[in-house]
């Protein structure tokens, strides 16, 4: 286990130990009228986590339902996500322009670019753009297909990552989330928690994102795209109108060509002009639309981040930097993975009972062993030892690439709740 996840693991066993006491010392009714920060100030979301784990169900509800004074909203997006993905896989290609989409035939290829690093971004290439245009614009580029698959496992591991800082996540797209952390309850620890988002995507995937944190969605989602790449901006509530005011209409999702076009014809092209402009000619225009669009202009949005709750494993993969056959390595990072996992599933109340190990060998074959054990747990020692006898089962003398642990078969939370009264015992 490295240092900072050491860290973190002990920050929170640390924790669970401080809730569990202070949920005994108040009683029913002091808890039901006390928010969780009123206990701890200065715990950010992982209290709200841990709330969900450790409280009886009537209290968790009430206790999570306390509306918070600001809502803080995140929008995290993978910088350049496929060619970054291809990047990491081939280090030698870091610092170049590197195209992701159809095979360019030397400029005769037809279909279009899917995505290109920010290298290739200078020389003018584009997602959507015919790849023969971009094979004109910068033949020297890196030309490589679309491996889909690849990238659904980043996307899964980095949601993954991203649903652990947050007490609801919704992901939009394979690259992008909206994360609810108004239990941070300023935008000061909201900054700090997604600076630790970055890092740990930075550190474990060896990719970047940029993020956006406001009041509400669509501010966040604007935000999140003002410094690409890797870039972090925050927009206090009493900042979002001078935030938007200079922008182009077409930054509000949902703006088009065709509505900004129409915009324009009546004398409309910054948001501070759409904010100002008047709501009935608005809606003359664009019906409904008209009140929505207003509405974002202003910086309202109301829509919630709607987290659907399917998480069905928990799963942690490394790619090493170099392939090795360091048995004592490829152990000492499967049981890493492992207590990770387990961190994950103890924050998320969860017992699984199903370990799942993976290897991918240098020439990307995959091997993958699964054992179901005989009851649902969450003790770490015994994850850690189920996936360390899979290892040693499946472990050929190769060199490795690769290598993942999943915990699935999850036994609900409300089954969990029978052992919260044993812990403190
Ligand atoms: P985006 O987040 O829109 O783009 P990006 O991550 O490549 O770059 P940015 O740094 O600006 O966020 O899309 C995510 C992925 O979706 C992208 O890597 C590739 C895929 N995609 C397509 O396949 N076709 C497209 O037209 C777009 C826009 C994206
Ligand atoms: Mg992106």
Redesign the pocket.
């Known amino acids: 286990m490295s240092m900072r996840k050491r860290r973190i693991a002990q920050k929170w066993w640390r924790y669970r130990r401080c809730i569990c006491e202070c949920l005994d010392i108040f009683s029913m009714t002091e808890r039901e009228s006390c928010t969780f920060s009123h206990i701890f100030p200065h715990f950010h979301n992982p209290a709200a986590n841990l709330i969900r784990v450790y409280c009886k169900r009537e209290d968790r509800e009430t206790v999570m339902q306390t509306p918070y004074k600001n809502r803080i909203i995140l929008h995290v997006?993978?910088?350049?996500?496929?060619?970054?993905v291809e990047v990491r896989e081939r280090p030698k290609l870091r610092g170049k322009p590197v195209v992701?989409?159809a095979d360019p035939k030397g400029g005769a290829g037809r279909g279009?670019?899917?995505?290109?690093s920010?290298e290739a971004r200078e020389y003018g290439v584009r997602?959507?753009m015919p790849i023969s245009q971009a094979f004109q614009l910068c033949p020297h580029a890196a030309f490589l297909p679309?491996n889909l698959k690849l990238?659904h496992e980043v996307s899964a591991n980095v949601m993954e990552t991203m649903g652990r800082y947050a007490e609801k996540i919704q992901q939009v797209?394979?690259?992008?989330a909206y994360l609810d952390i108004s239990s941070a309850e300023s935008f000061e620890a909201a900054e700090a928690i997604a600076r630790d988002i970055m890092d740990e995507i930075r550190e474990d995937e060896h990719i970047t994102c940029?993020v956006g944190i406001a009041p509400n969605k669509v501010v966040a989602k604007i935000a999140s795209?003002f410094r690409?790449?890797e870039g972090l901006t925050v927009v206090k509530p009493g900042e979002v109108q001078a935030f938007l005011d200079p922008m182009p209409v077409t930054k509000i999702p949902g703006i088009g060509k065709k509505t900004k076009e129409r915009l324009t014809s009546i004398g409309i092209s910054t948001i501070s002009d759409l904010a100002a402009a008047d709501i009935q000619e608005l809606i003359s225009i664009f019906g409904k639309s008209g009140i929505r669009m207003h509405g974002l202009a202003c910086g309202t949005d109301e829509g919630e981040v709607e987290d659907r709750g399917e998480r069905k494993s928990i799963a942690r993969e490394v790619t090493f930097l170099e392939d090795t056959s360091d048995r004592d390595l490829i152990f000492k990072t499967g049981e890493s993975l492992a207590e990770d996992d387990c961190m994950r599933l103890i924050e998320r109340g969860f017992c699984c009972r199903t370990v799942t190990v993976k290897i991918r060998y240098t020439g990307f074959v995959t091997k993958t062993k699964a054992h179901t054990l005989e009851h649902f747990t969450d003790d770490p020692a015994v994850i850690r030892r189920c996936a360390a006898t899979l290892l040693s089962e499946v472990l050929e003398e190769k060199s490795v690439r690769l290598i993942g642990v999943k915990l699935s078969n999850f036994e609900s939370g409300e089954t969990r709740q029978a052992t919260i009264d044993e812990f403190g015992k």
């Not at 797209?173 to 992008?176: L, M």
């Open positions: 997006d993978m910088d350049s996500f496929f060619a970054s992701v989409g279009v670019v899917s995505t290109c920010y997602s959507g679309v990238y797209s394979v690259d992008e940029s795209d690409k790449p």
